[in-house]
């Protein structure tokens, strides 16, 4: 078994922090649990060795990313924000939006449950025929859960807290597992992209989900994207975080609108 020193647990944590943002600080079992497969079939001697390995290599790089992100998630994950945009952001665009059109982004997306229920809700909300133009971005860092994603296969507890109406209409069982339909999958683009950097984005978005990816985020790093989100949303723009998150009131000007809902103003 390859032995993690203290200097290199350090040079890991840091270099995971600076170029992604992750705190792994409190989590030296799971980088050992989690990457000593990778060495032993890397076939080097240290985690040193792999530290200069993916310095060099981009794909290893993405190996590592992989295995040490958390991405845990569901449908209807935190279900007051599905219930917000339908009951408040959905009806004002609905009335105030002649454009017909909305930009969503949801941040730090992993297998893609986030997005898509958002556009099942959409679906249901303005119907078929509605003319509405809806997009989503969903982005992570990990190509992982992107694949997964894209996929769009997903064992029946990620789907325990869907409408079984909305389970009827938009997936199709196959063996043990739910397939999404097409239907819902081509509404969402998935892509890769690290937080960290600037955003590569020519247009505002109407709404940003960012749900439980900052929570292993610290604060400057937490306030410096928030402030990236600010300046992403159009002027009457939503933000949602995790129900376990807060935003410093510094950070932006958001307006606080219920926990975990922020508004920019108009
Ligand atoms: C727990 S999942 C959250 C999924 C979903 N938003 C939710 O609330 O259920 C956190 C995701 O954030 C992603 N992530 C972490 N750091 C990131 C970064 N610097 N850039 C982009 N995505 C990142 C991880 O890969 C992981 O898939």
Partial sequence: MIH????????????IHQNFGIDLSKKRLLIEARMYSVLAKKNVSSFSEYFSLIQNDPVELNVMLNKLTTNH???????SHFQFLKDVILPKE???NRQK???????GCSTGEEAYTAIMLMKEFFGAASGWDYRMLATDISTHVLESARAGVYPAESLKDLPPAWVARYFR?????????DEVK?????RRLNLMEP???????????????????????????IAKFYEILKPGGYLFIGHSE?????????????????????
């Fill in 199 to 225: 955003f590569p984005f020519h247009h505002p978005f109407d709404l940003i989900f960012c749900r439980n990816v900052m929570i292993y985020f610290d604060q400057e790093t937490k306030n410096r994207l």
């Fill in 173 to 181: 069982k196959s063996g043990k597992m739910y397939l999404l339909s």
């Fill in 101 to 107: 059109n909305l930009r969503i982004w949801s941040a």
């Fill in 4 to 15: 993690l020193t203290d200097t290199e647990f350090h040079n890991l944590v840091d270099y």
């Fill in 246 to 266: 807060t935003i410093q009131r510094d950070a932006a000007a958001f307006h606080y609108i219920q926990p975990s809902v922020y508004q920019k103003g108009y």
């Fill in 73 to 79: 998630t569901y449908f209807m994950r935190e279900a």
């Fill in 94 to 96: 609905q009335e105030c």
């Fill in 186 to 190: 081509r509404e969402v683009i998935f």
